[in-house]
């Protein structure tokens, strides 16, 4: 089944992919046998030559069983998947580790706009610099990203990350990720919004730590030509 993901590049792939597993076996076993027993069924009590189908109204506490036992069964599965799946949701959502770099990510209709901290390594200050469509983050380093959106409900969707995560207008969501592999990835809106919602992509390059600091310095006369001239006669 590991073949048919898209390449894992972050660090917390692995563990969603073995809970993508865990739960697809338990899914794919209770279908095999709920197909079973419904083809048996129907094969058993089907009508035959001079006799009509069975009518069975399921009345009876035997009859019941066979709905009330598989509901038993399927609710004690549901505890298994979310005791396996709570510590992984809380290192990808909850517990944010110190951060490398950080970026705010916008989702406007329909582009993705990214805001990276200038010179004074702030962001939400007059230098920040504003990068659209492309993102480009070191390899093996943390990433926080301020997550929001302009307009619409939107949803960031980097597949090779195992990254997704709504953007909700008025809200600013924090999250992170860090790049295991170098390479060049799409970042899509997973979230219909509207008519440009299939041409709403992105780029996302994820590059050794000297080309990344080679990428922000050649941003960084956008950032400096946004300070006023005073303030960088003062610098």
């Known amino acids: 089944m590991e073949n048919w993901l898209p390449e894992a590049a972050s660090s917390y792939a692995a563990d969603l992919d073995g809970l993508l597993i865990f739960i697809s076996a338990i899914v794919g076993v209770w279908f095999i046998l709920a197909e079973a027993v419904l083809i048996g069924f129907a094969v058993a009590f089907r009508r035959k030559p001079g006799q009509k189908a069975a009518y069975l109204p399921g009345r009876s506490l035997r009859a019941m069983s066979w709905v009330l036992v598989p509901c038993v069964v399927v609710l004690g599965f549901d505890l298994v998947i979310d005791g396996v799946a709570a510590p992984i949701w809380d290192k990808v959502k909850i517990e944010i580790p110190e951060s490398d770099e950080i970026v705010r990510i916008t989702a406007v209709q329909w582009a993705w706009k990214f805001t990276l901290p200038g010179p004074d390594g702030e962001l939400g200050s007059d230098d920040d610099v504003d990068v659209m469509s492309e993102l480009h983050v070191p390899v093996g380093k943390v990433v926080e990203f301020e997550l929001t959106a302009n307009d619409v409900i939107h949803s960031l969707f980097v597949p090779q990350l195992r990254l997704k995560q709504d953007a909700i207008p008025g809200r600013v969501i924090?999250?992170?990720?860090?790049?295991?592999?170098?390479?060049?990835?799409?970042?899509?809106?997973?979230?219909?919004?509207?008519?440009?919602?299939?041409?709403?992509?992105?780029?996302?390059?994820?590059?050794?730590?000297e080309a990344y600091s080679d990428w922000v310095k050649s941003k960084m006369p956008e950032a400096a030509a946004s300070i006023p001239a005073e303030e960088r006669n003062e610098g």
């Open 174 to 209: 924090k999250g992170w990720f860090e790049a295991t592999k170098t390479g060049t990835f799409e970042i899509v809106c997973a979230e219909i919004c509207g008519l440009g919602h299939t041409i709403m992509k992105g780029k996302m390059v994820i590059e050794s730590e």
